[in-house]
């Protein structure tokens, strides 16, 4: 089993910034992918941003610019640096990690997918 605790949400003013973290833990895994996704009361989650493990990054173009997603690969942790937040910025952010798993010394080629159990971000006069 993996978890993911979040951390860093809360109020902020337009124009204001935010810096969320993501640490996967658990026994015998290892992290490929990790990813911020948001959501709103009765609407889809979406994509804000993505990162491999090599680096390369992917976001959602409403926050190009403004957000910048990093890890840190030994910490198993995953940051959303958010700046220059607009109210429609105002949202739950949940965590996503893609898994690998190992049997003994062996890592297995199957991946699984975890969330976090979200953090609410609100930006607000």
């Known amino acids: 089993q993996v978890q993911l605790a979040e951390s860093g949400g809360g109020l902020v003013q337009p124009g204001g910034s935010l810096r969320l973290s993501c640490a996967a833990s658990?026994?015998?895994?290892?992290?490929?992918?990790m990813g911020w996704y948001r959501q709103v009361p009765v609407s889809q989650r979406e994509l804000v941003a993505t990162?491999?493990?090599?680096?390369?990054?992917n976001y959602a173009d409403s926050v190009k610019g403004r957000f910048t997603i990093s890890r840190d690969n030994a910490k198993n942790t995953v940051y959303l640096q958010m700046s220059a937040l607009k109210s429609e910025d105002t949202a739950v952010y949940y965590c996503?990690?893609?898994?690998?798993?190992?049997?003994?010394?062996?890592?297995?080629?199957?991946?699984?997918?975890?969330w976090g159990q979200g953090t609410q971000v609100t930006v607000s006069s």
């Open positions: 658990g026994r015998c895994f290892a992290v490929n992918a």
């Open positions: 990162t491999t493990r090599g680096g390369s990054t």
């Open positions: 996503n990690a893609q898994v690998m798993h190992y049997t003994g010394a062996v890592l297995l080629p199957a991946q699984s997918d975890f």
